[in-house]
């Protein structure tokens, strides 16, 4: 068996958007259990709609989600004069024609066609006419078979039978020279050796208009497979009525990229019921078979669960480098570049099971930069009262003596001084958490301490104590 090569082949007219981003993970993931080649193209003969910054987002989005390619980006524009030549070839095999039918015939036609009920295919006019140098403007267009049938044996949908009879005649050369998409694609899959093109299940009806194209240009025709699309809660097509749908605006939503592959493989594959998996995992258990023949709900309400798992097992170190941009734009640019990288991972251990993306970590870790602490008003005026203020100075007074934080030795202190003092804990831990963070709610009180160092604790001490005894 020769090696699997597939292919990852996006136009860049728009954001990557996350069924894209399925449909690339779908490959990637075959490519590496084979140990195979993954190829990124670039489909950007759209002239009106290609953009630079389209491709730029491509690869960037590829990036961050850790789909590598093992070769390319190609792009199309840089392989016009290859397709015109293959387009060439079939016109002097007799299996293509000029066509110089005008656009305004064309749709004329195709609306008397479809008042007739009929099918609004391209009537094949021109392709016994056979014009060798027609004057003026001319699309070339390839002869289709017109009879039996185009069978595709398909990875996921099975055994998929097309009559011929009702395929037209589609241009495969503009009159501007441009090649349209079902033929460039053919030679790029061609060219490329392309073993296995498994895209959308929009692509299914172009597969029987691509297959003889193959078949006249004398190349092995690759196996297909066509994924079901991604539906919105309402089961139509996703769309940004439903939510973000660009790739990277999850990333500045503060999803983890190994929360969205595990998210989106399971948009339709399963492996029993296992939930979560490890990227190698995937790649060992990845198999056609498992992938739903069915559309796939997307569930905004799962990625969220899915992002709060990955936030708690993932390497906290890990979590805190994706977390420094989010922590950047939140207007912390200064306290982030304070402290140390090891701090900060500190910092996510300490929040992690609080958060379910890293936006929301954001606010919980922000009370923690800086010296002082910026009080919740409302906090601040119920917890730190003069009645607190004495129990407050002694705590600060026994935390004092001693010479380096100890968890143990802290938190023994603490429960004397509520004992001695006759109190419930919560009526000393509440005011000490919102002197300590400025807010009624935190992790632990002693892992909140321990973060924050002695010296930073007992700063924020003396603040509370100084903020209850002028309330």
């Given amino acids: 068996m020769s090696q699997v090569r597939v292919r990852f082949?996006?136009?860049?007219?728009?954001?990557?958007?996350?069924?894209?981003?399925?449909?690339?993970?779908?490959n990637w993931l075959f490519a590496r259990q084979q140990k195979g080649?993954?190829?990124?193209?670039?489909?950007?003969?759209?002239?009106?709609?290609s953009t630079d910054e389209s491709i730029q987002a491509i690869l960037e989005g590829l990036k961050w989600v850790g789909l590598d390619w093992d070769e390319g980006p190609f792009r199309q524009t840089e392989r016009i004069d290859l397709y015109r030549s293959y387009a060439m070839q079939l016109l002097e095999k007799g299996q293509a024609y000029w066509c110089s039918c005008k656009a305004e015939e064309l749709e004329a036609r195709r609306k008397e066609a479809e008042a007739k009920g009929l099918s609004p295919k391209y009537d094949s006019r021109c392709r016994d006419r056979g014009q060798a140098n027609p004057a003026g403007d001319a699309a070339l267009r390839f002869k289709a078979p017109l009879e039996g049938e185009t069978v595709v044996d398909d990875l996921i949908k099975g055994k998929i039978v097309f009559d011929?009879?009702?395929?037209?005649?589609?241009?495969?050369?503009?009159?501007?020279?441009?090649?349209?998409?079902?033929?460039?694609?053919?030679?790029d899959d061609a060219l490329m050796n392309i073993t296995h093109v498994v895209r959308g299940d929009d692509h299914l009806t172009n597969t029987p208009r691509q297959i003889p194209i193959f078949q006249a240009l004398g190349f092995p025709v690759p196996q297909f497979g066509h994924l079901p699309m991604i539906l919105g809660s309402d089961k139509s097509r996703l769309s940004k009525r439903h939510g973000a749908t660009s790739i990277m605006a999850y990333k500045e939503m503060g999803y983890l990229p190994d929360a969205m592959v595990n998210y989106l493989v399971r948009l339709g594959w399963s492996c029993g019921d296992q939930e979560l998996f490890a990227r190698q995992e995937l790649i060992e258990k990845f198999s056609w078979k498992n992938v739903q023949t069915s559309p796939a709900v997307f569930n905004p309400e799962k990625l969220i669960w899915v992002n709060?798992?990955?936030?708690?097992?993932?390497?906290?170190?890990?979590?805190?480098?994706?977390?420094?941009?989010?922590?950047?734009?939140?207007?912390?640019?200064?306290?982030?570049?304070?402290?140390?990288?090891d701090w900060l991972a500190q910092l996510v251990v300490l929040v992690k099971e609080r958060a379910k993306t890293l936006v929301e970590m954001v606010e919980w870790v922000r009370p923690y930069f800086g010296q002082a602490v910026t009080f919740d008003e409302e906090a601040a005026k119920k917890f730190l009262t003069p009645a607190v203020a004495p129990v407050l100075g002694k705590l600060l007074v026994r935390f004092?003596?001693?010479?380096?934080?100890?968890?143990?030795?802290?938190?023994?202190?603490f429960k004397q001084l509520v004992e001695a003092e006759g109190?419930?804990?919560?009526?000393?831990?509440?005011?000490?958490?919102?002197?300590?963070?400025?807010?009624?709610?935190?992790?632990g009180l002693f892992e909140v301490m321990e973060v924050l160092?002695?010296?930073?604790?007992?700063?924020?001490?003396?603040?509370g104590l100084d903020r209850a005894s002028q309330a």
């Avoid at 009702?166 to 030679?187: A, E, H, W």
């Fill in 164 to 187: 011929n009879s009702v395929q037209d005649d589609l241009i495969i050369l503009r009159s501007n020279g441009y090649p349209t998409y079902n033929f460039s694609v053919v030679v």
């Fill in 423 to 443: 109190l419930k804990m919560g009526q000393l831990a509440q005011p000490v958490r919102v002197a300590l963070t400025g807010r009624t709610a935190s992790p």
């Fill in 453 to 463: 160092g002695r010296d930073r604790t007992l700063f924020r001490l003396r603040q």
């Fill in 400 to 413: 004092e003596s001693f010479p380096v934080f100890s968890k143990q030795q802290w938190e023994e202190a």
């Fill in 37 to 49: 080649v993954f190829v990124l193209r670039i489909e950007d003969t759209d002239q009106d709609r």
């Fill in 308 to 341: 709060a798992e990955y936030i708690k097992i993932s390497q906290p170190d890990q979590v805190a480098q994706a977390l420094v941009p989010l922590l950047e734009a939140a207007g912390l640019t200064d306290e982030v570049r304070a402290v140390s990288p």
């Fill in 9 to 26: 082949a996006p136009s860049p007219t728009g954001f990557l958007h996350i069924g894209g981003v399925r449909t690339a993970l779908f």
